[in-house]
């Protein structure tokens, strides 16, 4: 394949991944199980934060399936941009995910959830 064809096909792949808009993350805790919700949120693949969210946003707003009104995030560190991390975290994650879910789940097996890129640093979470 040329170089020309291999990079129409990146571009090609790019674009696709945009246009979809929703994608599958996994609930996470931090290994304390605080009844706050304190220590609970989301994690997101590398693919999925690199094609959704901008490293120029100081945060992201979430809405929670079934929830009232909006949580904003900060995603302005360093962690959430490292290979390792890519957390969004908020106490208000943790009571949705225990109102929704039976927590702790089992060892290893943390919830598929839906998220949705709404606009801009705007993002939707619902039951997969």
């Given at each position: 394949m040329d170089k020309t064809k291999g990079k129409i096909l990146e571009i090609f792949k790019d674009?696709?991944?945009?246009?979809?808009?929703k994608f599958i993350v996994s609930a996470w805790n931090n290994g304390r199980h605080h009844p706050?919700?304190?220590?609970?949120?989301?994690?997101?693949?590398?693919k999925d934060r690199n094609a959704y969210f901008d490293e120029k946003?100081?945060?992201?707003?979430l809405i929670l399936e079934g929830r009232y009104g909006e949580i904003?995030?900060?995603i302005d560190k360093d962690s959430f941009?490292?290979?390792?991390?890519?957390?969004?975290?908020?106490?208000?994650?943790?009571?949705w995910l225990r109102d929704n879910f039976?927590?702790?789940?089992?060892?290893g097996r943390p919830y598929k959830l839906?998220?949705?890129?709404?606009?801009?640093?705007?993002f939707s979470?619902?039951?997969k």
């Open positions: 674009v696709r991944l945009k246009m979809k808009k706050t919700g304190a220590g609970y949120g989301i994690k997101i693949k590398i946003w100081k945060h992201v707003i904003r995030i900060n941009w490292d290979p390792v991390c890519r957390e969004l975290c908020h106490r208000e994650i943790g009571i039976e927590i702790p789940w089992k060892k839906a998220m949705e890129h709404i606009i801009d640093n705007r979470i619902k039951r």
